[in-house]
């Protein structure tokens, strides 16, 4: 089983869970006649919908036969895993949960530009992989900007072990990023390090398992930084070359999108550390964005 989480996209499992347990919704047929239906509004739950963690009720009417159908918005994993059916975050949910269930290391990764989705961690790999059971995606995190042209200013990816800024992954090109004004990243970090630090003791009491998850910090780190690094040196070369197809001119690097996101120099990024390094007492574990 576990094999089969790290295995490509078009393994049985996740075909399975995308093509036969968890059924995507747009308008949900009507139950009566099974016909399509049109969307009236948004309505507030039943007591017994809210019971069972739904924060509002989208209300449809059928096309036919004109009768209601009630498509409740749950929020808890185990309700959408007894209905088995939603949207996009309702999927990222469930397919969280069940891989933690079967003890896979899994991240469920907010984007502020409303959507979820999974990132596993491939010990065969030695990194965090993305995952969208919605799209039966496998390891392809330039897939929103790329085939979707979507933009991103925040991504934040959250597991029992800590938080982490993973924007850079996903963001493949500075014209992808979207102002970043919620917070400086001086802030965004610390916050990243209390959620951290608050929960990865719970998960890791002993030193030899930190000491691992510290490498795997600091490895991740290295990873991004080179990310954004080549991100931001194929747009110099894409404009220069576009400059000199057009003018005859050159064009100079995206300082805009290197200042909103912080790229160090390539020369700085820093190297994993050796292999008895010690724990340091208050580790800064997260990327650090500029000064």
């Given at each position: 089983?576990f094999c089969?989480?790290l ?12 093509r036969?347990?968890f ?5 949900p047929p009507?139950s ?12 507030a ?8 963690s739904a924060t509002w009720?989208e209300?449809y ?5 004109g009768a ?7 929020t808890e ?5 007894r209905?088995k059916r ?6 990222a949910n469930v397919?969280t949960m069940?891989c933690r269930?079967?003890d ?6 907010w ?7 999974t990132?596993i961690?491939?010990e065969?790999?030695?990194?965090w ?9 496998w ?11 979507k933009?991103m ?9 800590g938080?982490?800024d993973?924007?850079?992954?996903y963001?493949g090109?500075?014209?992808a990023?979207l102002p970043?004004?919620?917070c400086?990243e001086g ?8 959620i951290t630090?608050?929960h990865r ?18 490895a991740?780190?290295?990873q991004l930084?080179s990310?954004w ?12 070359a576009?400059?000199?197809a057009t003018r005859?001119?050159?064009?100079s ?5 290197a200042?909103?996101?912080g ?7 820093k ?7 010690p724990v340091?007492?208050v580790?800064?574990?997260w990327?650090t964005?500029?000064?």
């Amino acid at each position: 089983m576990f094999c089969l989480f790290l295995a490509p996209a078009n393994s049985r499992l996740h075909r399975w869970f995308r093509r036969s347990f968890f059924t995507f919704v747009n308008n949900p047929p009507c139950s009566e006649c099974l016909s399509p239906t049109n969307k009236i509004r948004n309505v507030a739950p039943t007591p017994e919908e809210r019971a069972h963690s739904a924060t509002w009720v989208e209300l449809y009417s059928c096309v036919t036969c004109g009768a209601f159908e009630r498509f409740p918005r749950y929020t808890e994993a185990w309700q959408l895993l007894r209905v088995k059916r939603g949207r996009a975050g309702d999927f990222a949910n469930v397919f969280t949960m069940l891989c933690r269930a079967l003890d896979i290391r899994a991240r469920w990764v907010w984007c502020q530009e409303d959507y979820l989705w999974t990132e596993i961690y491939s010990e065969h790999q030695q990194r965090w992989v993305h995952v969208d059971s919605c799209e039966e995606a496998w390891d392809m995190p330039h897939m929103y900007y790329k085939n979707w042209g979507k933009k991103m200013s925040y991504v934040i990816a959250f597991s029992r072990e800590g938080a982490v800024d993973v924007t850079r992954r996903y963001v493949g090109s500075p014209d992808a990023l979207l102002p970043r004004k919620r917070c400086s990243e001086g802030v965004l970090k610390f916050i990243m390090e209390e959620i951290t630090n608050l929960h990865r003791p719970k998960y890791a009491p002993d030193g030899e398992t930190r000491l691992r998850l510290y490498r795997e910090d600091v490895a991740e780190d290295v990873q991004l930084r080179s990310l954004w690094a080549a991100t931001l040196e194929q747009s110099r070369r894409l404009k220069a070359a576009a400059a000199a197809a057009t003018r005859g001119g050159r064009s100079s690097p995206d300082k805009n999108g290197a200042n909103r996101m912080g790229s160090p120099a390539t020369g700085d990024i820093k190297r994993p550390i050796p292999e008895d390094a010690p724990v340091p007492d208050v580790p800064s574990l997260w990327p650090t964005y500029g000064p």
